[in-house]
């Protein structure tokens, strides 16, 4: 598992080494195969390089050798040599890595098995923690009042696992747990072993070409089948009996707490590939895997249900659900229920042919009407649930019928919302197209705020469109418009759940909402004219990214909600006004500690807004699967969100490899699931920042952090002169743009500075250079500068993160990616910057702030080693990092040869295979 998805449960679980013999017998079994599969199918020699590579690598684990020997016997390798050398420590990273999840489940079952208590993170733990409160049934009523937790899958480029490997790694993974527990015939066993790894070996690690926009699209869909379908509508179902067993008078979760969502085939911020095309792919498609789950369902739901009325006594409403099905089969004369459903099917059967032009599963043999929407689906399986449990069948009615029936309340026909998004600046351009075309503006960017205001607002008032289908307007106005139309005809066809939001990326302004507005009014998605005031069947979220962006968040969201049309707007929507965070670019912008700090205000700025208005917040954390981007265990990051921040919903985005890490299974889908809705509940219902009268203080202490912080985050990367040629020499950001891992371009624009660049490529490189900058620099001058030698001034900060989630989270975060730094590695790739001065007035800055960071952090914690509260991770770090070894230096060397001037294409697979091979060690990459 990722380490930005290993919830508190594994965080915080005890070290006992005796409990780890299973993992090091696994990791010795599974490296023992890999080295006889090479042996056979590379040759002896290959596997007598390999093997001295590894034993080298653990002996400079063990400080018996230096580094610099095994650096220079790499380097003397030729390519085909370097890339078996990448391919068999890939390969061993990627075993080590099964190892260790089938180890993760494994404790996790003897925890269970053993009766000990709920571990943190659970469901069960935060009921506990419900009940031992004694909370209030009105308050319990009134806080989970429109609650909901939505993860979005996004489809940026950080996962570097072809689907292939990702399916063998699935069928090692099973032979592993197949013997836990149960005898097995070892000999066939092995055999079964040999053979997925001999696959492993034998598939290419590398795709040959760039991943498009429709496998993107096909690839999230897949965990749906892999866990989604079966652990989303079970943890529902278990939230809602649990809640309304402890407050049965509150009116408790009407619809479905936990929802997903997506944004792949909806982000065209910096993406060409999102057309009008994308958006009906993307929605056609979820729709398509939701009603061929449903169906095949329904199928085994009528061989199950054979009661015969000869034996039993159906309700009157199950024999009218017979009647109508239309079946007529002397077979089934006295099975009221395999009549009905047969007749469900068939109906939902119409509404796929409506919906999709086909019907995902067996042809029904009769047609009768579509269901319209999937409440009227929900109330004929309702009548089965009543007639079993009729007849005392209760138990029958409470599997898969029930699995079903919740099933298709939260995926119901198009099985998760699609978010649209587009950067504020192409509003813009686009709209004064559209105005000017129209006769109404001009030179509509010559406006001052005030004056656009004015005038988005007069053509809000008015339901005409600016332009006719057939007007002329350039590729972009064109590309805009046709996308917009395409999610209109989603919505008239699925419903207003299949495309629920419209995100603004680099959100400044009004003038930037209501430009939205007047463009989801041009395809009919808003009507300034319905009865009772303006409606809109899409939610407008604006993107607030940078710390700028973030400081003034409160003073912009203030500024919508003054502005009567968009309040109006807002009513109609149930008062609720979603606002998106993004970790990403304010990392990049001001540094670790800056961003999170101006997202911990934003969020104060926000809710304060939000109560004096009257709405009800609900807050999108845009997060990445490293700590630079936000990442880290979701159970700690929510429950250090502000206080009201939560409020019973929230969404967050699932990005790249953590994908993979948080749903390849039932058993990790579960876990991290449970995790998200669990912290939303504590974080709703309890107490939880702990600051109480000491709020104040300690808010101005933390604005005093950000700002040093910021300060020696921006001398660095934004003052000192030749940083970007530093940057893009030290590390492989050239390089990664070659790398066929996503469809999306890896810069919003042409350019060569680090504003230009996606804050994804900008973590990556920094990853596999293992300085991991974005995850700690600044941090230790803000904290040493602060105190500046001052007992009491450390005390203070000490006490701090006692009490205080958000602080112990900050640097628990930064404790994790400090721990996977490595200088001595970095300085490594350093060596590639051929200005020497340069090269050292740079790293010497690096160097000085990462012994200030760890100092600091150890101070304040009172640790004696930097994952003293993660023994997890160091575990994993012990089990790993040995194989990152070859990599580095064989990707320095390669890194050398090609911007050498050697352009022999093995050279060029051998960085790209090694920049596989680290981020499959490392276990997150951006």
Known sequence: MSEATVDVADLRAPDDSTNDAPLREDIRLLGRVLGEVIGEQAGADVLELVESTRVEAFRIRRSE????????????????????????????????????????????????????????????????????????????????????????????????????????????????????????????????????????????????????LADEIDEALRYYDLSLFEVVPEINAELRRALRERWPDADLLPTPMLRPGSWIGGDRDGNPFVTADAVRRATTRQAETALRHHLAELVCLADELSMSDRLITPTDEL????????????????????????????????TALRVLGEVPGPAPDAVLPPYDLPAELIADLETVDASLRGHGAGALADDRLARLREAVEVFGFHLCGLDMRQNSAVHE?????????????????????????????????????????DAELSELARGELDLLVAAAEQVALLGPEAIPNYVISMCESVSDVLEVAVLLKEVGLLDPGAAGGP????????????????????????????????????????????????YSDSNKDGGYLAANWALYRAELALVEVARAGGIRLRLFHGRGGTVGRGGGPSYEAIRAQPPGSVAGALRITEQGEVIAAKYASPDLARRNLEALVAATLESTLLDIEGLGDDAGETYALFDDLAARARSAYGALVHETPGFVEWFRAATPVRELAELNIGSRPPSRKAGDSISDLRAIPWVFSWSQARIMLPG????????????????????????????WPFFRTVLSNMGMVLAKTDLELAARYASLVPDEDLRDRVFSQITAEHERSCRMLLTITGDDHLLADNPSLARSIRNRFPYLEPLHHLQVEMLRRRRGGDDDELVRRCIQLSVNGVATALRNSG
Not at 155 to 166: C, L, M, N, W, Y
Not at 167 to 188: K, W
Not at 787 to 803: E, F
């Open 65 to 212: 050798v230096d580094r610099g020997e095994l650096a220079e016997r790499l380097a003397g390798l030729d390519p085909r040599s370097a890339n078996h050398v990448i391919r068999a420590f890939s390969h061993f990273s990627l075993l080590a890595n099964i190892a260790e999840d089938v180890h993760h489940e494994r404790r996790r079952r003897h925890h269970r098995r053993e009766g000990s208590p709920p571990q943190p993170g659970s469901l069960a733990a935060s009921l506990e923690l419900l009940d031992a409160a004694a909370l209030d049934p009105d308050v319990v009523a009134r806080e989970l009042t429109g609650a909901l937790v939505v993860p979005v899958v996004t489809a940026h480029p950080t996962e570097v696992r072809r689907k292939t490997i990702s399916q063998v790694q699935q069928q090692i993974s099973d032979l592993l747990r197949q013997r836990e527990g149960v005898a097995v015939d070892e000999r066939a066993w092995s055999a079964h072993l040999w053979r997925e790894v001999l696959t492993l070996w034998q598939t290419a690690l590398l795709r040959l070409s760039r991943l498009r």
């Open 319 to 350: 024999y009218a659900l017979a009647d109508a099905s239309g079946d007529d089969s002397p077979f089934r004369g006295d099975e009221p229920y395999r009549r009905a459903l047969r007749g469900i099917y068939r109906r939902l059967a119409a």
């Open 429 to 469: 351009e686009v709209l004064a197209e559209l105005l000017a075309w129209a006769g109404v503006c001009a030179d509509y960017p010559a406006l001052d705020e005030a004056a656009r205001v004015e005038l988005l607002t007069g053509e809000l008032q008015l339901r005409r469109p600016l332009v006719r289908p």
């Open 535 to 582: 409606r809109c069947s899409v939610g407008i979220s604006p993107l607030f990214e940078t710390i700028e962006d973030l400081q003034s968040a409160g003073a912009t969201l203030t500024a919508m909600l003054d502005h009567p049309f968009y309040r109006a707007l807002v009513a109609s929507r149930g008062d609720a006004q979603e606002v998106m965070l993004g």
């Open 776 to 803: 700690w620099y600044g941090t230790g001058a803000a904290l040493e500068s602060w105190v500046d030698g001052s007992p009491d001034r450390l005390a203070q900060l000490q006490d701090l993160h006692r009490r």
